[in-house]
């Protein structure tokens, strides 16, 4: 584990913020080192020299995500969306089947399993999703923290739910992986986007499958998804990637060349400390609120706050040099790694007036 003066100079020598940005439920901010990554990848195509390093930085985020997950990098599909992913384990399920999801739940976790329209998509509040599942329940589809308010689902009351009823489950970290600990060995399948708490550019999402990929068919494999992608180039793939691979979609290798180096920060830093780091600071904010009088959405242990009927603001915060963001007419601050304590007392003033 890092320690405090170790965590603050990695995080210095990486962030030059030129505003108060507590927005990284929208997108975290770009390392020094990605930047740096990002250029030399765009060089590399410029003076058109081999690409093989690229190629390597796939496997490099492939590994890292991994390792943030708890899984062996086999059962993890690199591809560009959650909303892609989402379609892959929709395409995948019988007609009729019963999926449970969670009321206002992000788009890209729901709407693939909506466009089937031979589904039952059934919505319940987050906090019944456990006792909602049901005998007939086929998968459970869920964000692990809420993209609008930051409210965390209880995982593991839904995973012992799930299975007391033979249901499959699907988890969406995107709003929490980086920042809270992850098991998606504990869940069916798993996926996160990179360009929000994992600090890479847009562009690049993982999926977790089980060892013996749950059922899924490759229904938007293309060549990076054989075994020897370089001999999987022209008519239908003859052998698909033993591995999660097999779910790849074409990689955009300027972000995973970034992405790479975002990944090792996370990694350098440790999950834990960024979890303490950008918990406490939620938890400043929140006290905050409390002395002027404002309740957030009630979300413990969350790095992201939403104060109802504050969302006016955010266009006046913005001119103001502090970023935020306007969630169905509720302010949402989401606390990372480059944020200090100066930055919640800033909003907090900034509210005051």
């Known amino acids: 584990m890092e320690t405090t003066e170790t965590f603050e100079s990695l995080v210095r020598a990486e962030f030059t913020p030129k505003s108060t940005y507590l ?83 992000f788009t890209s976790v729901l709407n693939p399993f909506h ?35 930051g409210r965390i689902a209880d995982l593991p009351a839904l995973r012992e739910a799930a299975r007391a ?12 992986a980086g920042w809270l ?10 996926a996160s986007v990179s360009f929000k708490w994992l600090l890479g550019p847009h562009g690049a999402a993982f999926l977790v499958v089980p060892e013996d990929f749950g059922g899924l068919t490759p229904v938007l494999a293309g060549w990076v998804a054989g075994e020897e992608p370089w001999d999987s180039c022209y008519g239908p793939v003859a052998e698909l990637a033993h591995s999660a691979r ?40 929140r006290a905050g609120l409390a002395a002027l009088g404002h309740e957030p959405v009630p979300a413990p242990g969350s ?3 939403s104060v109802p009927g504050l969302g006016g603001r955010q266009p006046d915060l913005s001119r103001a040099g502090i970023e935020v963001s306007n969630r169905a007419g509720n302010l949402r601050a989401a606390f990372h790694l480059f944020n200090t304590p100066a930055d919640v007392d800033h909003l907090l003033d900034a509210l005051t007036g």
């Open 165 to 176: 009823h033979g249901a499959r489950t699907y988890v969406d970290f995107s709003q929490t």
């Open 23 to 105: 927005n990284t439920a929208s997108n975290g901010l770009l390392p020094a080192r990605t930047v740096a990554a990002l250029h030399e990848a765009a060089v590399l195509r410029a003076e058109g020299r081999p690409l093989t390093s690229l190629y390597e930085d796939v496997e490099a985020c492939r590994a890292g995500y991994a390792r943030l997950a708890g899984v062996p990098a086999t059962r993890v599909a690199a591809g560009a969306s959650v909303a892609a992913h989402s379609g892959v384990i929709a395409a995948s399920l019988p007609a009729g089947a019963e999926v449970l999801t969670a009321e206002d739940d």
């Open 246 to 285: 097999r779910f790849d979609l074409t990689h955009a290798l300027f972000t995973f060349a970034g992405l790479r180096r975002s990944l090792d920060l996370i990694e350098e830093l440790g999950v834990a400390a960024v979890h303490a780091h950008d918990v406490g600071l939620a938890d400043r904010f």
């Open 181 to 190: 600990p992850m098991d998606a060995d504990a869940y069916d399948f798993t």
């Open 303 to 305: 790095a992201i706050v």
């Open 115 to 149: 466009v089937r329209g031979d589904l039952k998509v059934r919505a319940v509040p987050l906090e019944r999703l456990a006792e909602s599942v049901r005998p007939g329940t086929a998968l459970v589809a869920v964000s692990a923290a809420q993209s609008a308010d």
